[in-house]
């Protein structure tokens, strides 16, 4: 395929080659390698599932180790809020008060968001702010019907010329409510930290944000700044960095032809959470914990959320000094067979690591080199609860082209549903993936590990999206806790369901663990 002066000119101004481009072009017409998974990871296979002497002992072990460690929190905060409201803009778009009444518009649609919806509005932590919207544009509010009350609400919501909740960053959106005090998800994770971030130094936290709501979470924590400082007595360090423009990719037609905006320039797209790899590859930390922007909850139970993740950092911290350990027994002394075979152990029944059928065969010192290679990767303890039938990746053993098996989280698009076994076990998992992960990305000697080296690049997603109308393709980079963590070695443990509270839609901020009352 050849490109125009023009088309090149653009694709290196994006920090892209034009063989890059093409590479992605091709794996758009040879389709993208669809996981083998062999069998669920359940209990006892593949999950551990702490007991409740081992929960406090893992909390007190990390209480004492955490001020010897760096630690930062890691937290994609890409995402726009505008899909929390999508059965709200489906509302507006479609209802008229003039034409029908409410009950009749949810009855004839068998609607049941907007219901719960407009029931429980006043526990909204944005109520007030809507209302003093409406009063502002010279609305009398509760001089109105039932049908308009529920329109004007809605649209003094999303109009962009009103507050236009839509086009707010969901880290910066208003989640909960403490008396007077409206709290973003933003400012619950600073607080969430300070339950288990190491009191050496500031808090870290480091944000990936879209470039343009920088100036928005900059003022916004320089407004809650000193209060939540107050109330947790830490001071924190807070960090940004952005979706790099050389992780985008080229978007197709349905026809493979490169996909151009009406000037007629090539259409490049965000390659989803796994173009963050490199914004994860440049912490500098011993331990980083990782969690998604929405996934926070009140006051109440943080203390029960930040127990677990104690939990998963005390694992990751002994599972990280065995590694370093080993290798230095490998690096440094002549080991007898028994003691290679204990390391062998280890990394079969401790790190879930498939050691080759063919490693007996193997001379003394292609052991060692293989047990060194085995052992010095990146390390996550990934969390995972109960499946209660929300959306997102599971934990299952994965049978690679050689025929190893592995430990992996996998999403649903991953796997080929045509294929009957493979959807039989897809939807046989026991547990999913909150997004509850600690890792440590540094090596025994204390250096960073290039994360690039340990992706499997062919677990790539293929999706369709739309733009102006039209139906387009859209290549996203391996998953970040997917296909680019594919080569790291891999904990997985149950954590309760109570520490999973994300808000896809508005409603889920209705929930116990995002109410004070």
């Given at each position: 395929?050849?490109?125009?002066?023009?088309?090149i000119?653009?694709?290196?101004?994006?920090?892209?080659?034009?063989?890059a481009?093409?590479?992605q072009i091709?794996?758009?017409?040879?389709?993208?390698?669809?996981?083998?998974?062999?069998?669920v990871?359940?209990?006892?296979?593949?999950?551990?599932?702490?007991t409740?002497l081992?929960?406090?002992?893992?909390?007190?072990?990390?209480?004492?180790?955490?001020?010897?460690l760096?630690?930062?929190?890691?937290?994609?905060?890409?995402g726009a809020?505008?899909?929390?409201?999508?059965?709200?803009?489906?509302?507006?778009?479609?209802?008229?008060?003039?034409?029908?009444?409410?009950?009749a518009?949810?009855?004839?649609?068998?609607?049941?968001?907007?219901?719960?919806?407009?029931?429980?509005?006043?526990k909204?932590?944005?109520?007030?702010?809507?209302?003093?919207?409406?009063?502002?544009n010279?609305?009398?509010?509760?001089?109105?019907?039932?049908?308009?009350?529920?329109?004007?609400?809605?649209?003094?919501?999303?109009?962009?010329?009103?507050?236009n909740?839509?086009?707010?960053?969901?880290?910066?959106?208003?989640?909960?409510?403490?008396?007077n005090?409206?709290?973003?998800?933003f400012?619950?994770?600073?607080?969430?930290?300070?339950?288990?971030?190491s009191?050496?130094?500031?808090?870290k936290?480091?944000?990936?944000?879209?470039?343009?709501?920088?100036?928005?979470?900059?003022?916004?924590?320089?407004?809650?700044e000193?209060?939540?400082?107050?109330?947790?007595?830490?001071?924190?360090d807070?960090?940004?960095?952005y979706?790099?423009?050389?992780?985008?990719?080229?978007?197709?037609t349905?026809?493979n032809?490169?996909?151009?905006?009406?000037?007629?320039?090539?259409?490049?797209?965000p390659?989803?959470?796994?173009?963050?790899?490199?914004?994860?590859?440049?912490?500098?930390?011993?331990?980083?914990?990782?969690?998604?922007?929405?996934?926070?909850?009140?006051?109440?139970y943080?203390?029960?959320?930040?127990?677990y993740?104690?939990?998963?950092a005390?694992?990751?911290?002994k599972?990280?000094?065995?590694?370093?350990?080993?290798?230095?027994?490998?690096?440094?002394?002549?080991l007898?067979?028994?003691?290679?075979?204990?390391?062998?152990?280890?990394?079969?029944?401790?790190?879930n690591?498939?050691?080759?059928?063919?490693?007996?065969?193997?001379?003394?010192?292609?052991?060692?080199?293989y047990?060194?290679?085995?052992?010095?990767?990146?390390?996550?303890?990934?969390?995972?609860?109960?499946?209660?039938?929300?959306?997102?990746?599971?934990p299952?053993?994965?049978k690679?082209?050689?025929?190893?098996?592995?430990?992996q989280?996998?999403?649903?698009a991953?796997?080929?549903?045509?294929?009957?076994?493979?959807?039989?076990?897809?939807?046989?998992?026991?547990?999913?993936?909150?997004?509850?992960?600690?890792?440590?990305?540094k090596?025994?000697?204390?250096?960073t590990?290039?994360?690039?080296?340990y992706?499997?690049?062919?677990a790539?997603f293929?999706?369709?999206?739309?733009?102006?109308?039209k139906?387009?393709k859209?290549?996203?980079?391996?998953?970040?806790?997917?296909?680019?963590?594919?080569?790291?070695?891999?904990?997985?443990v149950?954590?309760p369901i109570?520490?999973?509270?994300?808000?896809?839609?508005?409603?889920?901020?209705?929930?116990?663990t995002?109410?004070l009352?």
């Amino acid at each position: 395929m050849d490109f125009t002066e023009k088309d090149i000119k653009q694709i290196e101004a994006h920090g892209l080659t034009v063989s890059a481009i093409k590479q992605q072009i091709e794996q758009f017409k040879q389709g993208v390698n669809y996981s083998n998974i062999s069998s669920v990871a359940t209990i006892d296979d593949g999950i551990i599932v702490p007991t409740y002497l081992e929960v406090d002992e893992y909390v007190k072990f990390f209480d004492q180790e955490k001020d010897s460690l760096s630690i930062v929190k890691f937290v994609p905060a890409s995402g726009a809020a505008t899909r929390m409201f999508k059965f709200l803009f489906q509302f507006l778009k479609e209802y008229n008060p003039v034409i029908q009444s409410l009950n009749a518009y949810i009855n004839r649609n068998s609607l049941k968001d907007l219901p719960l919806f407009l029931i429980a509005l006043e526990k909204f932590p944005f109520y007030n702010t809507v209302l003093e919207q409406i009063k502002s544009n010279g609305i009398e509010y509760s001089s109105l019907n039932p049908n308009q009350k529920a329109q004007v609400f809605v649209n003094a919501m999303l109009e962009e010329t009103q507050l236009n909740f839509g086009s707010f960053p969901k880290g910066l959106f208003p989640f909960h409510k403490y008396n007077n005090d409206i709290s973003t998800a933003f400012e619950e994770h600073l607080f969430e930290m300070a339950f288990y971030g190491s009191k050496k130094g500031p808090l870290k936290l480091h944000f990936t944000i879209s470039e343009v709501h920088r100036d928005k979470f900059t003022k916004e924590f320089k407004r809650i700044e000193e209060r939540v400082e107050d109330i947790t007595g830490f001071a924190y360090d807070i960090s940004f960095s952005y979706q790099h423009q050389s992780t985008d990719t080229i978007a197709l037609t349905t026809k493979n032809e490169p996909f151009r905006d009406e000037d007629g320039r090539l259409h490049f797209r965000p390659a989803g959470h796994g173009a963050l790899l490199k914004n994860l590859n440049a912490i500098d930390a011993d331990l980083i914990f990782i969690s998604n922007i929405d996934n926070v909850v009140v006051k109440h139970y943080k203390a029960e959320v930040a127990k677990y993740k104690k939990v998963l950092a005390a694992l990751l911290v002994k599972t990280r000094d065995k590694v370093f350990y080993y290798i230095n027994q490998l690096k440094e002394k002549e080991l007898h067979e028994d003691a290679l075979n204990e390391i062998g152990d280890f990394l079969s029944k401790k790190l879930n690591f498939s050691i080759s059928e063919e490693f007996e065969k193997y001379s003394h010192k292609y052991k060692i080199e293989y047990l060194f290679e085995a052992l010095n990767r990146p390390i996550r303890v990934c969390g995972m609860v109960k499946n209660e039938g929300e959306p997102g990746g599971g934990p299952f053993w994965v049978k690679d082209e050689s025929g190893r098996l592995s430990l992996q989280i996998v999403e649903s698009a991953q796997v080929n549903k045509k294929d009957k076994e493979q959807k039989r076990i897809l939807e046989t998992a026991t547990h999913f993936n909150p997004v509850d992960i600690v890792c440590s990305i540094k090596d025994y000697k204390g250096d960073t590990f290039d994360l690039q080296e340990y992706v499997d690049h062919k677990a790539a997603f293929i999706t369709m999206k739309t733009k102006v109308g039209k139906d387009i393709k859209a290549l996203e980079l391996p998953g970040l806790w997917n296909g680019s963590m594919a080569y790291w070695n891999t904990i997985f443990v149950e954590v309760p369901i109570n520490t999973f509270n994300p808000v896809k839609t508005v409603n889920d901020l209705l929930k116990p663990t995002h109410q004070l009352n």
